[in-house]
């Protein structure tokens, strides 16, 4: 059974899902830079890109918002696709839905097909087919009977005057009718509420999406979840009343957490948190990850580290990886890592091993919610694949780029920073007739300066023929330095 923990403070929601007392998924929301997936805006299109087919639309956001063709609805005449160019002119109002979270210097995603999301369906209002509503089936639900049967249930439920399509969520195939007929109607009473505010003057935001402790209640609670334990009374009350008006049946395993110690800090999430943060994961057996994101992908380098195994080489590969597999599914949920992802395991010479890890890897991403693409085996022995990304990982959410190295992950050494210093000093000397030069810099490179490079820039100081004198900057990092002529 799975408990969800929601830990709420005035300008952040974090969310934790722990199975067997063990985190699995982390959410955090903050409310000055709140996702906006599923938000509909009025845009305006600033700009149509004939030779892209696509279109960047202004919808109040720091950053104009990406619309490629092929998520405009509709765009297709006859059967035959249309250029973009006859679809859209500059300055025109449209409406559109964000599908992709701005991230990093890419804008947000856009997409004209308008979906609402209830708890037991995914209502497609724009999807016209009056003769006969379509009905899709979440791919989740495999058994064909149950599918046919459930299109059916809900074709049933649909008005008369329905044109909009709909797709059955997971969470639908054990859901009464009752339940079913409630969740058409909130979708399609909502729909009505964002026609009315579609004539807003662009660029404006006219529906956002839940929150995230609603959206937790409505995706993620189902029969397997033992409770939820909210910290804030407020809050509990609020989650409460969406919970009795909108899905009953979740209501009663809302439980408000009164106890004395911080609610992450007695299930240990704030250190799963750190954890989560750091490049290096150990594993139980000794073996390691190293986890590295980059602007193009994430890297996942398997290590044995101390594990040395019992029997021979081979088999301790062979354990260190299937564990490694294991521990790589829960770090991609823990960071939401998205994007392309190479794995480096260990190498394995044999084909059996090789299989038995993909086939564990897959088996423990089976419990992901999020899409995802796992290709075998490439001829280096690596393993090629992709998670649909929405939305900033947790690092990117939490941590921001160093400023001493700028992101790099290391920085110049003392050493290298001193000649950096000589080479500048002598195109001082040559470019400016000075009488003194001083350097500022920090602690170590003066150190330096002081003790192993005293003779070089003794030496330099007799070449150009002037003194050199040096102050210590302790604000300065060990790459900062400057040069000046007195």
Known sequence: MAEILINVTPRETRVAVLEAGVVQELLVERSASRGRVGNLYVGRVARVLPGMQSAFVDIGLERAAFLHVADLWPQRKGGEPRAIEKLLAEGQPLLVQVLKDPIGSKGARLSTQVSLAGRLLVYLPALSCKADPHIGISQKIEDEGGRA?????????LPPDETGGFIVRTLAETASEEELRADIEYLRNLWAAVRARAGAQAPQLIYEDLSLAQRVLRDMVSASTSRVLVDSRE???????????????VAGKLEHYTGERPLFDLYNVEQEIEKALARRV??????????????????????????VGSRNFDDTVFKTNLEAAQAIARQLRLRNLGGIIVLDFIDMQSEEHR???????????ARDRTRMTVNGFTALGLVEMTRKRTRESLAHVLC?????????GEVKSAVTVCYEILREILREARAFNARELRILASQSVIDLFLEEEAPSLEMLSAFIGKPVSMQVEASYTQEQFDIVLL
Not at 149 to 157: A, F, G, P, W, Y
Not at 235 to 249: D, I, T
Not at 282 to 297: F, N, P
């Open 149 to 157: 049967q459930l299109r059916d249930r809900v074709k049933e439920l």
């Open 355 to 365: 299989a038995a890890v993909l086939e564990e890897f897959k088996r423990a991403l």
């Open 235 to 249: 809050n509990h009350q609020k989650l409460a009343a969406f919970a009795q008006g909108y899905m009953p049946q």
């Open 282 to 307: 150990d594993l139980k057996s000794g073996g390691t990850l190293v986890i590295d994101q980059t602007e193009a992908m994430t890297t996942i380098d398997v290590n044995t580290g101390g594990f």
């Open 400 to 408: 921001e780029p160093c400023p001493t190295c700028g992101g790099r």
